[in-house]
Every structure is written in C-alpha cells, then in structure tokens.
T-cell receptor, first 114, second 113 residues
Framework: SQTIHQWPATLVQPVGSPLSLECTVE??????LYWYRQAAGRGLQLLFY??????ISSEVPQNLSASRPQDRQFILSSKKLLLSDSGFYLC?????????????FGSGTRLTVV | LAKTTQPISMDSYEGQEVNITCSHN???????ITWYQQFPSQGPRFIIQ???TKVTNEVASLFIPADRKSSTLSLPRVSLSDTAVYYC??????????????FGSGTRLSIRP
C-alpha cells in the first residue's frame, strides 16, 4: 500500500537555529512531492514541489529550501529559523498521470519557533 | 488560475444534511473538482472528486452543474465528527499544473448536538 511518512510530529526550535523536516513515501515510484505550510486558522500555502530527484520548484520566496536526494524522499530545510516560520508543515504526494485522486498528505509537523 | 470561493463557516446540527457550495468561475476544460476534509493538527483528507454531473461515494455526494462554474458538496446526516474544515480545489493533477492548484481558506463546518 502507498503511505507517506513525515517527522517529527512536533518541533520547538529557537530563532536562528537550523531546521530539517523529512518526508518519505512508500509504495509508489516517481511521485510528485509537495511541501505546504499552514498558519493557525488559515489555508494551505504551497511552498515547494518536486517532479523528480533534484528537481525543486519554489512557489514563495522565503527563508526555507527543499531538496529531493532520492525518488521518495523530500526534505524541507532552513539555515536560520525566523519567528514567522512557525506553522504546520505538510508533505504531500501525487503520482504523475495516475488517476485523478490528487494529493495524499502526511500527518504534518507542528513547528514552533521561539 | 482556477480560484475558488467558499463560505468561511457554516453551522448545522447532528442528523441534518449539509451542503457546501464552491464557486470556480474560471475552471478550465481539463480541471477536476476535488474536496478535502481537514481535522485540527492533521493533513487534509480526500473526500470526493468529480468532473461533471453527480458523484456519490460512501461519505458524500458532489453535484456539478452543466457549466461547471460551481459545485456543491453534500454531507448526509452529519454527526459531531464531521466538524472540520472543508476545502474545494479545482485543477488538473498532472505535474504541469502543480503550482496552479490553490487551497483557499476552506469552510469551517461546526456540527452541534
């Protein structure tokens, strides 16, 4: 079966510290992968998406970066966190050309920058 | 871009049918309409998807008029556990459209006993 793993579930980090959130997908190959951020009480903002290894598209200029070192691994990073980076981060995948079922989301990471 | 417009919030009672309407005037020929449900501190979950007319599954029904400029998610006999945020998305899930699929603020549905 196809599953998506995202960790950690919660994270509290001081301002200026680095960040690394990891997302892995199982049971599928060549997925399109996405990172979203959701501020409290708000909708989802697309941050990055990737259609293949090493291929990253950024949607919003920010303090974050993404990498895809392997087909089913997507990493969200920051060198120095800002208070405004706090939020709920969600990884998602969709498989190119396969049906129209859209996104499957991970369980999310609640990041609080203090 | 196929932008969507939904009510910010809705209230209903257990056992009632709830209809949430989404407007998407700029929907493109290849676009599908997809609804997601999100509980607090969880990722959105796929509910239903359609292209035209009516689609029904074990959870909900989706009504799409002929012009496809709007859609209505219908939840039959809601319960307290249906309290969540519901998002309407319009787009083609092929990779070239990844950046064009926008999550709006959704509709916050509150169900009361």
């Amino acid at each position: 079966s196809q599953t998506i793993h995202q960790w950690p579930a919660t994270l509290v980090q001081p301002v200026g510290s680095p960040l690394s959130l990891e997302c892995t997908v199982e049971g599928t190959s060549n997925p399109n992968l996405y990172w979203y951020r959701q501020a409290a009480g708000r909708g989802l903002q697309l941050l990055f998406y990737s259609v293949g290894i090493g291929q990253i598209s950024s949607e919003v200029p920010q303090n974050l970066s993404a990498s895809r070192p392997q087909d089913r691994q997507f990493i969200l990073s920051s060198k120095k966190l800002l208070l405004s980076d706090s939020g709920f981060y969600l990884c998602a995948w969709s498989v190119l050309g396969q049906g129209r079922n859209g996104y499957t989301f991970g369980s999310g990471t609640r990041l609080t920058v203090v | 871009l196929a932008k969507t417009t939904q009510p910010i919030s809705m209230d209903s009672y257990e056992g009632q049918e709830v209809n949430i309407t989404c407007s998407h005037n700029n929907i493109a020929t290849n676009d599908y309409i997809t609804w997601y449900q999100q509980f607090p501190s969880q990722g959105p979950r796929f509910i239903i998807q359609g292209y035209k007319t009516k689609v029904t599954n074990e959870v909900a029904s989706l009504f799409i008029p002929a012009d496809r400029k709007s859609s209505t998610l219908s939840l039959p006999r809601v319960s307290l556990s249906d309290t969540a945020v519901y998002y309407c998305l319009v787009g083609d899930m092929e990779y070239s459209s990844a950046s064009k699929i926008i999550f709006g603020s959704g509709t916050r549905l509150s169900i009361r006993p």
